[in-house]
């Protein structure tokens, strides 16, 4: 089974750009998790989509969106990039049953100059 | 917000010895989880517990969810170099929250061989 593809694996940015990162789910995981990782703040949330719904927001500005598909794929966008958005983002999925067992994608490489 | 202390940051041991991990919370969790990760990948999961008081073994690895439902332990038995890693507990409150989980800031694992 493969697993969760997440594209691109690294990219620079300048502020004030924005982004589109991409995942692709584990075939048959229908909820797509989106992560951002930082040295100083850890694993933050930052929303959950299921069947191209959002089901779960974390706190973080309007910048930060996201989207489903049909076929549970899943991109996330940043706008007016920041210096301090720099950081790894990364995607999960799990099956429909809610037992917060998440897989992993290996991430984005998000930099900001 | 919610917020998962865990200790030690980091971990210095010697191949072959017995390593301990904890993770505190002031908030209930209905689920707690270990995940690792390693450089340049994404978090895996290790062990998941669903019921206070659980005790779950994954080879040399045990972990147990708190009765008090507010806190969770890792122990690796026999250390090995490939153990070396970033371990995440995380916290899932149940209800919706699916894939929202709340991690705590990782325990840094160096094995000396």
């Known amino acids: 089974k493969a697993g969760v593809t997440q594209t691109p694996r690294y990219l620079i940015k300048t502020r004030g750009q924005q982004v589109t990162l991409s995942c692709s789910p584990i075939s048959g995981h229908r909820s797509v998790s989106w992560y951002q990782q930082t040295p100083g703040q850890g694993l933050q949330f930052l929303f959950e989509?299921?069947?191209?719904?959002?089901?779960n927001k974390g706190n973080f500005p309007g910048r930060f969106s996201g989207r489903q598909f049909s076929n549970s794929r899943s991109e996330m966008n940043v706008s007016t990039l920041e210096l301090g958005d720099s950081a790894l983002y990364l995607c999960a999925s799990s099956s429909t049953v809610n037992t917060g067992e998440l897989f992993f994608g290996e991430g984005s490489r998000l930099t900001v100059l | 917000g919610q917020q998962l202390n865990q200790s030690p940051q980091s971990m210095f041991i010697q191949e072959g010895e017995d390593v301990s991990m904890n993770c505190t919370s002031s908030s209930i969790f209905n689920t707690w989880l270990w995940y690792k990760q390693e450089p340049g990948e994404g978090p895996v999961l290790l062990i998941a517990l669903y019921k206070a008081g659980e005790l779950t073994s994954n080879g040399r690895l045990t972990a147990q969810f708190g009765i008090t439902r507010k806190d969770s332990f890792l122990n690796i038995s026999a250390s090995i170099p490939s153990d070396v890693g970033i371990y995440f507990c995380a916290g899932q409150p149940g209800g919706t929250s699916y894939g929202k989980l709340t991690f705590g800031q990782g325990t840094i694992l160096t094995v000396h061989p």
């Open positions: 989509y299921f069947s191209e719904t959002q089901r």
